[in-house]
């Protein structure tokens, strides 16, 4: 069965430090999303990337984040001056519409010190 | 602004119950709603959507329903087994676009 691959899983940094984690979406798959979830708190919904342009962002979602899908397999997520409350587990998901089934990848566990 | 609650928080149940977790949404004007697992550390799996236009959805020992008007949702788990042990989270998105908003989670753990 199709999955949504994340790396790395694991990502410890200083901050300061830029980040890009990495995505492979499913291969049919036409939207992509990044989430957030830190520790013991809600998933919070990041920005969703369609037709190689964001479609909706959130207040999170600043200048310090951006988005990228560099070829026809990867969707990154680039933080480019991480703080302490950007440590957070880090998720990546597709559809392949904008309203059915959003299937996720395991994680980016990203740890700022 | 979407509100998502699920109610309980955590719930112990021993095994071969049958149990009833609650999700609340504060706007109705929902396209979707997604019911997911999640393991300790790990990421979502996706057990079940339900469109708007729907009332219910089953999958195996699962079964969820949604009254929109009402905005709630709830995941029936039948003859639960301790390996049912994990977070479930709602989520719904918006006619506006295409976020999920999640609810807080229900933390399960099914005794042997």
């Known amino acids: 069965e199709p999955e949504v691959t994340q790396t790395p899983s694991h990502q410890v940094t200083q901050m300061g430090q830029e980040v890009i984690l990495r995505c492979v979406p499913i291969s049919n798959h036409l939207y992509f999303y990044w989430y957030r979830q830190i520790l013991g708190q809600k998933v919070e919904f990041l920005v969703s990337?369609?037709?190689?342009?964001?479609?909706?962002k959130s207040e999170i979602f600043d200048d310090q984040f951006s988005v990228e899908r560099p070829d026809g397999s990867n969707f990154t997520l680039k933080i480019r001056s991480t703080k302490l409350e950007d440590s957070a587990m880090y998720f990546c998901?597709?559809?392949?519409?904008?309203?059915?089934?959003?299937?996720f990848g395991p994680g980016t566990r990203l740890l700022v010190l | 602004k979407q509100e998502v609650t699920q109610i309980p928080a955590a719930l112990s149940v021993p095994e071969g119950e049958n149990l009833v977790l609650n999700c609340s949404f504060t706007d109705s004007a929902i396209y979707n709603l997604q019911w997911f697992r999640q393991d300790p550390g790990k990421g979502l799996t996706s057990l079940l959507l339900i469109q708007s236009s729907q009332r219910e959805q089953t999958s195996g020992r699962l079964n969820a329903s949604l009254d929109k008007s009402s905005g709630r949702s709830t995941l029936y788990i039948a003859a639960s087994q301790p390996g049912d042990s994990a977070t479930y989270l709602c989520?719904?998105?918006?006619?506006?676009?295409?976020?999920?908003?999640f609810g807080g989670g229900t933390r399960l753990m099914v005794k042997p």
């Open positions: 989520a719904v998105t918006h006619n506006a676009g295409n976020m999920l908003t």
């Open positions: 998901a597709s559809s392949s519409t904008g309203v059915e089934t959003q299937y």
């Open positions: 990337f369609y037709n190689n342009e964001i479609s909706e």
